[in-house]
């Protein structure tokens, strides 16, 4: 029997977890939880939704109430409590009754800290303001829909156009507010790579989202009837009557920190395999600590409730079980967005990682291939067309991550890439994955095979590409081997019209002595084209992802 | 330069996409692809779409034309040509132009058979009744269309429950008319285990599709004014205005028989892992052939589109490629069928297939676990409750097969296993997975996580099941451990209440000379009340998938 005294500092995610599966491993342990909100185990990744009023109750939101901790798993659960020293020596925490005001001290075997991560509140002039919000808790989604459930806002200024801000515009949209959204980059989802989310900022353009891309806030302002007023470091001024602030979030470390827990590089607390801090018998999970990322290693920051879950479980793995687990394997980021009808989703490294690995020298050789299939059968209704990219590395095709944007089955795909690159799979593998097929659930040949076969025949030397970055620069001959009708629409700059049904016939046309770079619309018949020529002698490469890429690229720039 | 003579007997699937590859792999090589129907490269898995007016225009079912076939590829298509016999000695074919009715012969280098599966019609009295169906080409689905696009039909007969016939079900329900379907075994769906397919036929029942399960067909006979009556090996007569003989497919071998091609122990043409037949020069894919199962081996029959497409690329590559190409991997048999707003899903082994495997001396132990999680959040409206069975090695986890049935995000969860049962993953490495979530899409932990935590706590001792069959026997003390109002509805057959939050008060009254069996809805619950109950002293298991898998399983029983 192990009658350890636990005591887990955060019952949301991670901690919950952690606890359940502690006293699942012994029913002797004594478990202490101490959560500083008034709830326990309530759905974080919910709150948006209960501001569009997808969820309609509050207590939806609710996951676990302390009662179900207590009743069914003996868990002593203290809410409205916070932990405010750690004594490591004497093994000992300091809590703080937020009710009463009253500290008191608990001893503690092993100690598993679960504190999150808080939106990031900037010192700017003015945030202050009683409308500036930003989304962490009930408390805070309360206090949102009190001003926009009852059509008290017509307005609203998302700033930060990252997950939770586009969850909050698509919520806030919902209920019929004018949504402004403010991104420091170039792009909203700026986890993605640039040409992927140019899609997204259309798609928001089309819902009547007003973006404000490259746009930094430089302070806020009272404006009439004491609504905030917006004030970009352009100069522009957007007065509204709610600003939700969506930035970001910093891991919450201040109590690790003044207990001399190691940080790491990025500012999370520092684990090992087994999430142990420096500290003996303190522990840390979820979004507050540092992983490695699984594909290519290196310290992240991934606040993301899947992981968080599965290291609260192997903490109580660790403290209570009988063998020793395997390590945590890391994270990689899989995740996806809901935007206004539109899902995003990704998995694994994207190149705006790769390049910040390769600045730190652990960068990779790799290749990037777009393709734009369809979610299901094209000749079944209802098939919608996604955005797809795949990264590997060019020595073995070993997958490094995958992007996909679109209206319909994008994430089904992500989570398939997301297996296989667990698996320390190929674009090969991808090629061959035998995968559900019926018309309206899919194709005889997935998105995934067709972004393993476009993969996989470039590293077979079946193919040369060429991407869309690499066209303005271009001295050669770039031909457009869509039909002329697809022309007219228009097409890349310099770009000679040769449809590929004329191809073969028009051989003599071209010229052997320069590189000649073939297009279409997605960039499959460019392939056949490429195919021909180079069979018949002609130095040719296909613009990978054809002029949608090119165009989605080419959006913002 | 390659400049091959390829020979193409079959324009559909494998044989279009062996010709395309071909193609690409060499501009000189000649190619000439023979297809008996009117058409190429249709939409056959669209086919039941067409009669349900889901896919509105017979047009929309060509996927590609054979203009674009000799445009675009320069491919000599020559449709309504049958190849009537095949001399290997001196590499020629005899081909029989159907609409001139000449023969002429045709040299080969290489010949690639892609004649496909015809459906089963067994000689039984009555079946050429003219209003008896079967589903295979574009004119079969034009004579369907023509009785039931005009309101002729009012009653249809669906004769076998698998994937073709619930597909045919679906359509011809989805136009108003009266469904019946015969099925043999007793259940729908025989593809799956048992206790899984119930969910499919309850569903049937409750969308007023008249099931006729464990029913034979004796024989056909002419009603009143022409409609034909469907007469039961039971007596039972089943007067209807349309027969849809669905009841599976047979590899055409005729040709090959003839030519002394070796067939397979399953009936199917015999080929090595590159797709080669016993006869030099002559290659052979899709549904025609037989094909290795990649998770357990043995000789299978599987008809679908993605592996014969990939077949076909595969002998493209053969012929014509620089380096020899990867043999095929085998087939897993993943598969989804939609059922009247419901999808069944599945992937590698079953039972059924473990068990005949077994019987041939190639058996495996083996465990499963049963689970019913939901397709997303239950916070989030519209999250359904799907059936998951997950089938794994007792040695080492390795993942043999799972099944799914649900509303929503159920063939999403087959993919990623099917991904992990080609990455040869264990349920560790699905307790392990990183998908995609957010409430709308899945869970923290996702359904594919949930099954993976299940059995690897099964694997790792923290938990022992039993299984809906062994409860009958039982002589222990079974609890449900659900709450009084849940008990009220329905329980177990000698099932004693107690609600899991009130076991550690109640331990004084469970004995400790006999085991006990826990269950809850879905055995989540049970599985906490194991953990108590295990270690207190007690011998105590779980019955996997709760009074849910208990019921599926008993439906029909």
């Not at 403290?319 to 899902?343: D, N, S």
């Amino acid at each position: 029997m192990n009658t350890q005294k636990i005591v887990i500092v955060g019952g949301v995610a991670g901690g919950a977890s952690c606890a359940a599966r502690s006293r699942r491993l012994s029913e002797e342990a004594e478990i202490i939880m101490i959560e500083r909100g008034p709830f326990v185990s309530f759905a974080n990744c919910g709150l948006p939704y209960f501001v569009g009023e997808v969820i309609k109750e509050e207590e939806d939101l609710l996951v676990a109430s302390p009662e179900i901790f207590r009743d069914r798993f003996n868990i002593d659960v203290r809410i409205q409590s916070e932990v405010t020293k750690i004594d490591r020596e004497k093994k000992l925490v300091t809590i703080r009754n937020m009710s009463t005001g009253k500290t008191y001290e608990e001893s503690y075997d092993s100690l598993v800290l679960s504190p999150g991560a808080a939106p990031l509140r900037p010192p700017l002039k003015g945030i202050d303001h009683p409308s500036v919000f930003t989304v962490r808790n009930i408390p805070d989604i309360r206090s949102i829909k009190e001003m926009t459930g009852n059509g008290q806002a017509k307005s609203a200024v998302v700033v930060g156009g990252g997950f939770i801000g586009l969850e909050m515009a698509e919520n806030l949209h919902a209920v019929g507010i004018s949504v402004s959204v403010i991104e420091m980059a170039e792009h909203v989802m700026p986890v993605l790579d640039r040409e992927m989310a140019t899609m997204v900022n259309e798609h928001l353009d089309s819902m009547h989202v007003d973006l404000y891309l490259g746009s930094a806030v430089q302070s806020f302002e009272n404006g009439p009837d004491n609504k905030p007023v917006v004030n970009l470091a352009s100069g522009e001024k957007i007065p509204t009557d709610i600003v939700i602030m969506a930035i970001g979030v910093r891991p919450e470390t201040s109590l690790a920190k003044a207990a001399g827990l190691d940080l790491g590089p990025r500012g999370g607390i520092a684990v090992d395999g087994f999430m142990r801090t420096n500290a003996p018998h303190v522990f840390a999970v979820g979004d507050a600590v540092e992983v490695d990322g699984f594909v290519m290693g290196g310290k992240r920051l991934i606040p993301l409730a899947g992981p968080a879950n599965r290291q609260g479980r192997l903490v109580a793995d660790v403290i209570l079980g009988k063998e020793e687990p395997k390590p945590f394997r890391g994270t990689q980021g899989t995740a996806v967005c809901g935007v206004l009808g539109m899902t995003v989703a990704c998995t694994g490294e994207t190149e705006k990682s790769l390049g910040m690995l390769a600045k730190e020298g652990k960068g990779i050789e790799y290749e990037k291939v777009y393709s734009h299939p369809f979610s299901n059968a094209t000749y079944y209704p209802g098939a919608q067309q996604m955005s797809f990219k795949l990264i590997f590395a060019k020595e073995d095709g070993r997958i490094l991550g995958a992007q996909a944007v679109g209206l319909k089955g994008v994430e089904k795909r992500i989570d398939v890439v997301a297996m296989a690159i667990q698996m320390g799979g190929t674009v090969f593998d991808l090629e061959e994955a035998e995968l559900c097929y019926a018309p309206q659930y899919g194709s005889a040949k997935d998105p995934v095979n067709m972004a393993g076969m476009i993969a996989a025949n470039v590293l077979r030397g079946l193919s040369k590409i060429v991407h869309w970055n690499q066209l303005p620069d271009f001295k050669g001959m770039l031909i457009d081997v869509r039909d002329p009708e697809e022309y007219a629409t228009g097409y890349a700059e310099g770009a000679i019209n040769m449809p590929l049904e004329t191809l073969r016939q028009n051989l003599d046309k071209l010229p052997k002595d320069q590189e000649i770079w073939a297009y279409c619309y997605v960039s499959q018949r460019a392939y056949f084209a490429e195919r021909i020529l180079t069979q018949n002698g002609f130095n040719a490469k296909t613009v990978s992802g054809g002029i949608l890429s090119y165009w989605a690229a080419d959006a913002d720039a």
